[in-house]
């Protein structure tokens, strides 16, 4: 369990949250750890299937929007959490605070002590399959099938691409991080201002920016980082895991883009699908092909 008890946290106003473009799913909230507030929101029938939809760095739910709309659309239960540090969700004040153990058990004990997610479709993109990735070979008995999408499970005995560490000394260096600056940079398509806006809500000044200035130093780099054996302990469950796994990529992401060949030829799951590579996307493709992903994603829930 993680000592949350000692940990001192910020909470993003609501009203840096009013009017977001495109995204009017009103608030939930959920208790992790000992006492933190993860918010999250949902769309679609309360009933149908779970599709758990995880974000990463420095991103939120809103990320999600077009996907979700799709989703519901489509008669699934769409679920976008914020991580901890990030939209709304409570922010440490402290890099120190955030750790890859400790984003995983939260993100665990939101999908399963609290909403007691089970069958659950997986997307993860960024820190969202990092994590994503992690609760599935540690818990598959709660997911039905996965969506990795610009993602990996990095364990430090390769190297990480330049661009990567280019990514990691602005984050670490930067004076006044600017949040939709990054995602912006991720994108193939220029984002309109409301939606850089909606990016930059969650982080008022620097005291809230915690969370996304510590997420790339939890990166395992090195083969005694500290996440390292929890991470090749998951990649052998995943090499046996044979439930549908489908790789959807975009094809312009110079970050992760390496992994998808990676992830297709390490898990049976993956055998004899097809998978879609996302055109004209960047890292973020969420943005860039929203209702693209979510119909790709929707159409592979709907499988058996």
């Not at 989703?71 to 976008?80: K, N, P, V």
């Not at 909403?115 to 969202?128: A, E, F, H, I, P």
């Not at 709660?142 to 691409?161: E, H, I, K, S």
């Amino acid at each position: 369990m993680c000592d949350d008890d000692r940990v001192q946290v910020l909470r993003t106003p609501e009203d840096r949250f009013t009017g977001l473009p495109e995204f009017g799913y009103p608030p939930r909230y959920a208790e992790v750890g000992n006492g933190l507030r993860m918010g999250y929101v949902e769309a679609g029938q309360p009933d149908g299937d779970a599709v758990l939809l995880l974000h990463g760095e420095p991103s939120w739910s809103f990320l999600y929007r077009r996907v979700m709309a799709v989703l519901a659309a489509r008669g699934l239960r769409a679920i976008a959490p914020d991580l901890i540090g990030f939209g709304r969700s409570d922010k440490p004040t402290r890099p120190d605070d955030h750790s890859y153990a400790r984003h995983v058990e939260w993100v665990r004990g939101f999908a399963f002590d609290q909403l007691n997610l089970r069958d659950v479709t997986l997307v993860g993109q960024d820190w969202g399959g990092l994590i994503g990735l992690r609760l599935v070979a540690e818990h598959p008995d709660r997911f039905a099938r996965v969506v990795a999408a610009n993602t990996g499970l990095p364990t430090g005995d390769d190297p990480m691409p330049e661009v990567w560490w280019q990514f990691r000394r602005v984050v670490e260096r930067a004076a006044a991080l600017d949040v939709a600056r990054l995602v912006q940079a991720g994108c193939q398509t220029p984002l309109p201002r409301p939606v850089l806006a909606a990016y930059a809500a969650p982080f008022p000044d620097e005291r809230f920016l915690a969370g996304p200035r510590a997420m790339p130093t939890l990166v395992p780099t090195a083969p005694d980082d500290p996440a390292t054996e929890a991470n090749r302990a998951a990649w052998r469950e995943l090499a046996a895991w044979d439930r549908p796994f489908l790789v959807a990529f975009s094809d312009r992401d110079p970050i992760t883009g390496r992994m998808a060949p990676v992830l297709k030829r390490t898990i049976p799951g993956t055998a004899g699908l097809q998978h879609p590579v996302i055109e004209g996307a960047g890292h973020f493709l969420q943005e860039d092909a929203g209702e693209r992903l979510g119909e790709v994603v929707a159409a592979f829930a709907g499988t058996a």
